[in-house]
């Protein structure tokens, strides 16, 4: 009999990718807010906020 | 075996990346995001080009948001459909709560990464237009009134306003043309689309205008728009918003749909189709002959992408006889 708590194959490898898209979502989330600050702090450097 | 013991052997459809991909509606995404960017351009505002980036990204994102709530709120008739059977939720690959709940956390974080790394004016319209389609439409207009894609046109239509203010904070007369090309452009389009698949709306209980008022009514409405969008395509060469390639797009690709639309008013697209069995005849039964109906869904779609790439070449940095 198999273990009814073991994860399908299917249902891990469908996890596996929805969790890649996750970390890959997040990790594009850090990189915006990265460029958004150093493109704000460029800008200020240029032209200094009075 | 019982029902149940059945039921309980068929292992559940596993949702992969791909099916929440697709509840973001690329295909959708991708002319929101083309139109956006050229209301961008078309603002001529400098613009940090990674802030530029950004600012199409949340609007892509934002897109795909409103697009997950709409497939999440139309489950039921998405079902119903063959043109959407298959869409994740309907295929029960993934749950609406699921959907609503990336939806709205899509929808959430575009607004907000508007706001701030760009501007409140952009945010604000962003939010807007999030709003009215996956509300305003996609729950009150959708299935209430064949006036539904007229009104709900606006969500599909405010993008480049989105992009333009994103880009000066502002939104001229000349965003507002933009607006007005896609809005007037939207019905032609959409109801030439649903006369050949009015027979899906029909049953899922969707009103749209073939379904309601019947194909003679559709064909004429078509052309009517037809008649306003292509002098109002016209119309950004005089407002200072195009140039002479624009407006010889623009003159091309108006008289293509008013020629596409006279054709269909004299066709018999969607019409009931008297070979049908008997039994089967009635009113959301089409002919075959749909060929006017999808010649102008494709070249609609043409047209418009004409239209903008026009625009967005035109105001191109480098471009001679270019806004820059």
């Known amino acids: ?31 915006v807010v990265f460029i958004v600050t150093i493109a704000k702090l460029a800008a200020n450097v240029a032209q200094p906020p009075v | 075996m019982t029902d ?11 949702a992969g990346w791909r099916d929440y991909l697709a509840l973001l509606k690329p295909r959708v995404m991708s002319l929101v995001v083309f139109t956006a960017l050229t209301g961008l351009v078309c603002a001529r505002a400098p613009m940090n080009p990674a802030l530029a980036a950004v600012a199409v990204l949340c609007i ?83 299935r209430r009134t064949p006036q539904n894609i007229v009104i709900g046109g606006l969500a599909g239509a405010l993008p480049p306003l989105v992009g333009w203010a994103a880009a000066s904070g502002a ?14 452009w939207t019905p032609p389009h959409f109801w030439a689309l649903s006369l050949y698949i009015s027979g899906d709306y029909a049953k899922a209980g969707v009103p749209m205008l073939p379904v309601v008022k019947g194909p003679a009514a559709t064909r004429r409405q078509i052309f009517a728009y037809s008649l306003v969008l292509a002098p109002l395509g016209v119309a950004p060469a005089f407002t200072g918003l195009g140039g002479r390639a624009y407006l010889a797009v623009a003159i091309l690709g108006g008289a293509g749909m008013i020629a596409l639309a006279i054709r269909l008013l004299f066709s018999v697209a969607g019409d009931p189709d008297p070979a049908a069995a008997p ?44 806004a820059w």
């Not at chain 1, 990718?17 to 989330?29: E, T």
């Not at chain 2, 149940?4 to 596993?14: D, E, F, K």
């Open chain 2, 279 to 322: 039994g089967a005849t009635g009113l959301y039964d089409v002919r075959l002959d749909l060929k006017p109906a999808r010649d102008l869904f494709a070249f609609s779609l043409l047209y418009l992408f004409a239209l903008f790439a026009a625009l967005l070449v035109e105001h191109l940095p480098g471009v001679p006889g270019g």
């Open chain 2, 4 to 14: 149940q013991a059945v039921t309980m052997a068929i292992p559940l459809p596993v």
């Open chain 2, 171 to 184: 939104t001229p007369l000349n965003a507002w043309l933009m607006v007005a090309i896609i809005f007037v």
């Open chain 2, 60 to 142: 892509a994102v934002g897109a795909g948001g409103a697009g997950a709530i709409n497939m999440a709120w139309d489950a039921d008739i998405d079902a119903l459909m063959r043109r959407t059977r298959s869409r994740p939720v309907p295929g029960g690959r993934v749950r609406a709560g699921d959907a609503l709940a990336l939806g709205m956390t899509l929808s959430l974080f575009s607004v907000g990464l508007m706001g701030v790394a760009i501007n409140p004016v952009a945010a604000a319209w962003l939010a807007f237009t999030i709003v009215f389609y996956a509300i305003v439409y996609t729950l009150w207009l959708k």
């Open chain 1, 1 to 31: 009999m198999s273990d009814p708590n073991l994860e399908d194959p299917a249902a891990a490898r469908a996890r596996r990718g929805r969790n890649y898209l996750l970390a890959g979502a997040l990790l594009a989330f850090v990189i």
